[in-house]
């Protein structure tokens, strides 16, 4: 079991992959934006934070750098649908910004829960 962060500012995103993650056996908290993210991490360390890329407010880059800088060991599992156009170079972009795996929406439940468990191996004394 892990203690997971998501970070979106959409409810029911934040909800659907609570849901999904509780049920794989995984503590989960929310926040819905860059910021409060940041506040939960330093507050009380996280395993992983699987954050969106697209949320108003302070930009999810600028997030992953911070998030990054103050701790380097939660890993962090971007998720986005690219925006309204579809860019998948947020995703890389994410990356670029110290995201340590990316993963497109839509995504099904096994597809999540498989991701979370390769994040998740990455993390020490994990195999």
Known sequence: M??????DDEELARFTIREILTGAGHEIDEAENGDE???RQKA???DLIVTDIIMPGKDVF????????DDPAPIILAISAGGPTGDPDFLKRAESAGA???LAK????????????ECLRILPGES
Not at 111 to 116: H, R, Y
């Open 44 to 46: 009380e360390p996280f």
């Open 37 to 39: 993210a940041i506040k």
């Open 2 to 7: 892990a203690r997971i962060l998501v970070v």
């Open 62 to 69: 600028e997030t992953i750098t911070e998030l990054k800088q």
């Open 106 to 117: 839509p995504f099904s439940e096994e597809g999540l829960v498989q991701k979370v468990d």
């Open 100 to 102: 340590d795996d990316i």
